[in-house]
Protein backbone atom coordinates (compact mmCIF):
# COMPACT_ATOMS: atom_id res chain seq x y z
CA UNK A 1 0.00 0.00 0.00
CA UNK A 2 1.38 3.36 -1.10
CA UNK A 3 1.21 6.34 1.72
CA UNK A 4 -1.26 8.30 0.11
CA UNK A 5 -3.61 5.23 0.15
CA UNK A 6 -3.33 5.33 4.18
CA UNK A 7 -3.71 9.22 3.90
CA UNK A 8 -7.36 8.50 2.13
CA UNK A 9 -8.50 6.01 4.41
CA UNK A 10 -7.51 7.63 7.31
CA UNK A 11 -8.68 11.19 6.16
CA UNK A 12 -12.08 9.38 5.11
CA UNK A 13 -12.77 7.99 8.53
CA UNK A 14 -11.84 11.47 10.22
CA UNK A 15 -15.02 12.43 7.90
CA UNK A 16 -17.27 9.40 8.73
CA UNK A 17 -16.24 9.99 12.54
CA UNK A 18 -17.44 13.43 12.43
CA UNK A 19 -20.75 12.92 10.65
CA UNK A 20 -21.17 10.37 13.34
CA UNK A 21 -20.69 12.80 16.13
CA UNK A 22 -22.72 15.54 14.37
CA UNK A 23 -25.33 13.46 14.57
CA UNK A 24 -25.27 12.42 17.28
CA UNK A 25 -25.09 16.39 19.07
CA UNK A 26 -28.46 16.93 16.50
CA UNK A 27 -30.46 14.56 17.68
CA UNK A 28 -30.05 15.16 21.34
CA UNK A 29 -30.81 18.85 20.46
CA UNK A 30 -33.98 18.38 18.75
CA UNK A 31 -34.88 15.70 21.56
CA UNK A 32 -35.77 18.78 23.76
CA UNK A 33 -39.46 19.92 23.73
CA UNK A 34 -39.91 24.28 23.19
CA UNK A 35 -40.94 24.45 26.56
CA UNK A 36 -37.65 22.69 28.00
CA UNK A 37 -35.58 25.20 25.88
CA UNK A 38 -37.39 27.56 27.04
CA UNK A 39 -36.51 26.48 30.98
CA UNK A 40 -32.97 25.99 30.49
CA UNK A 41 -32.57 29.57 29.20
CA UNK A 42 -34.36 31.34 32.03
CA UNK A 43 -32.60 29.39 34.05
CA UNK A 44 -29.05 30.35 32.36
CA UNK A 45 -30.66 33.62 32.44
CA UNK A 46 -31.78 33.85 36.26
CA UNK A 47 -27.48 32.69 37.10
CA UNK A 48 -25.98 34.94 34.98
CA UNK A 49 -27.97 37.53 35.71
CA UNK A 50 -28.34 36.87 39.95
CA UNK A 51 -24.50 36.41 40.19
CA UNK A 52 -23.84 39.57 38.37
CA UNK A 53 -21.27 37.71 35.99
CA UNK A 54 -20.60 39.84 32.60
CA UNK A 55 -20.22 36.84 29.84
CA UNK A 56 -17.53 36.60 27.97
CA UNK A 57 -17.05 39.19 25.29
CA UNK A 58 -19.35 41.91 27.16
CA UNK A 59 -17.60 45.02 28.50
CA UNK A 60 -19.29 46.68 31.46
CA UNK A 61 -18.71 50.06 31.63
Not at 11 to 19: K, N, Q
Amino acid sequence: MRWWKVLGLAGLAGVAATGVVVARAERRRRAYTPEEIRTRLRDRHAAATAGGATPPGVDRA
